[in-house]
Antibody
Framework: EVQLLESGGRLVQPGGSLRLSCAASGFTFSNYAMTWVRQAPGKGLDWVSGISGSGGTTLYTDSVRGRFTVSRDKSQNMLYLLMDSLRVEDTAVYYC???????????????WGQGTAVTVSS | EIVLTQSPATLSLSPGERATLSCRASQSVSSSLAWYRQRSGQSPRLLIY???NRAPGIPDRFSGSGSGTDFTLTISSLEPEDFAVYYC?????????FGGGTKVEI
């Protein structure tokens, strides 16, 4: 069974750092691009970052570029999101998701994790 | 950034009825549009990709159409699990963007 399991979310003060993890299983991890999407409380979906199957290409939305870093460890089947200089507006549930087919972003995100909650507050 | 506008914001229907949801893009996204369903307290689930292709395991009561700037998701006969929020998402340009959602309620 294809599964994604996020962890690492917690309460953190503004300006702090956090690393989210996403454990992948049930598929050949290195064959698929992955992405992070967040959802603020009571709000819609917001794309954050993506990384190719090889890890050679990374992309970010403007509001997190320079503060967040996406990476993957193929040997451990793990996806990460390192978040620095956190702001109150980064408060959200963060989902990792797998592309439906390979690195083709046009095929959408077929499998999503259950999400991990990040709260940025003093 | 491409802005996606979904309408209506809320759709009130009964089980067995047909639902028609709209998504309009601020510029052409060709056929690079996906639809997701998010039930309360759950993660999103991919329904349609590339405007009209059903995702693996998605029943045929879901269909997508459109290209360019105007897209439609049709649910031919609503099941109880279909009462949820639906989002469209474009993958034509970075950053990827989502619409604001349409809530389908009883």
């Amino acid at each position: 069974e294809v599964q994604l399991l996020e962890s690492g979310g917690r309460l953190v003060q503004p300006g702090g750092s956090l690393r989210l993890s996403c454990a992948a299983s049930g598929f050949t991890f290195s064959n698929y691009a992955m992405t992070w999407v967040r959802q603020a409380p009571g709000k819609g979906l917001d794309w954050v970052s993506g990384i190719s199957g090889s890890g050679g290409t990374t992309l970010y939305t403007d509001s997190v570029r320079g503060r967040f870093t996406v990476s993957r460890d193929k040997s451990q089947n793990m996806l990460y999101l390192l978040m620095d200089s956190l702001r109150v507006e980064d408060t959200a549930v963060y989902y990792c998701a797998k592309y439906t087919f390979g690195d083709d972003v046009r095929t959408g995100f077929e499998i999503w994790g259950q999400g991990t909650a990040v709260t940025v507050s003093s | 950034e491409i802005v996606l506008t979904q309408s209506p914001a809320t759709l009130s229907l009964s089980p067995g009825e047909r639902a028609t949801l709209s998504c309009r893009a601020s510029q052409s996204v060709s056929s690079s549009l996906a639809w997701y369903r998010q039930r309360s307290g759950q993660s999103p689930r991919l329904l349609i990709y590339a405007a009209s292709n059903r995702a693996p395991g998605i029943p045929d009561r879901f269909s997508g159409s459109g290209s360019g700037t105007d897209f439609t998701l049709t649910i031919s006969s609503l099941e109880p699990e279909d009462f949820a929020v639906y989002y469209c998402q474009q993958s034509w340009n970075w950053p990827l963007t989502f619409g604001g959602g349409t809530k389908v309620e009883i």
